[in-house]
């Protein structure tokens, strides 16, 4: 049975102008040196520079690793909810989202779920990394739960925190692990997040 093999990263620490910052590189070079020990066939990345510049620091520990960029992984709203659906910590974030922002973010978020949350066509298993964003991570961790549209809210990664999907054909998605930082040493962990006691 084909399996492809999906490890999500959210791109590393940046700056306030969307620029990754040397932390940021730290946190890619150390998730690079964690997946060299998984046959990875591809890396792919959102268009924006941090998730580029995380994608190709990681790939230096996997060599002859195509890196590409994939337009679906960039950082968008997959899905604005309705207003009995969001929570009242969330009503505010949503003021100014039209009609045309809420269409265009759902169109990116189902052309993601098409082209990477299924089995592929070919054998054998693949192995692919997608360095992207909080948001699109969420929407396909949502979308393997099978959970209504507007739980995505609320699950948040780290920078460079891994999560990772498998998908098989005729059985449901299976989420292997969520947001998991072992591959960083504690001062490097839960950036990304507002400040609070973490464990």
């Known amino acids: 049975m084909t399996t492809r093999h999906l490890y999500l990263a ?3 620490a940046a700056d306030a102008f969307g620029e990754l910052t040397g ?8 998730l690079g040196e964690r997946l060299a020990g998984v046959p990875v066939d591809a890396v792919w990345h959102s268009p924006l ?3 580029a510049a995380s994608a190709y620091e990681l790939a230096r520990q996997l060599p002859n690793v195509p ?19 969001t929570p009242p910590s969330w009503a505010g974030f949503f003021d100014g989202y039209d009609d045309t922002e809420a269409a ?7 052309a993601l779920v098409a082209r990477f ?36 809210l609320g699950l948040n990664s780290a920078n460079t925190a891994l999560t990772v ?5 005729g059985l449901p998605p299976t989420i292997v692990m969520f947001n998991d930082m072992s591959h960083l040493p504690a001062d490097l962990r839960w950036t990304g997040f507002p400040d609070a006691i973490r464990p």
């Open 117 to 152: 949350a299924k089995v592929p066509d070919t054998e054998p298993d693949t192995h692919e990394v997608l360095v992207t964003h909080a948001y699109p991570i969420a929407w396909l961790v949502r979308h393997a739960l099978d959970a209504p549209p507007s739980r995505w």
């Open 49 to 51: 520079p941090r998730a």
């Open 67 to 85: 890196v590409t960029e994939a337009a679906e992984l960039v950082d968008h709203v997959p899905y604005v909810p309705r207003a009995a659906e």
């Open 165 to 169: 999907i498998e998908y098989r054909n």
């Open 104 to 110: 265009s973010g759902q169109r990116l978020a189902e």
């Open 23 to 30: 932390i940021g590189r730290r946190q890619a070079g150390l």
């Open 10 to 12: 959210r791109h590393g």
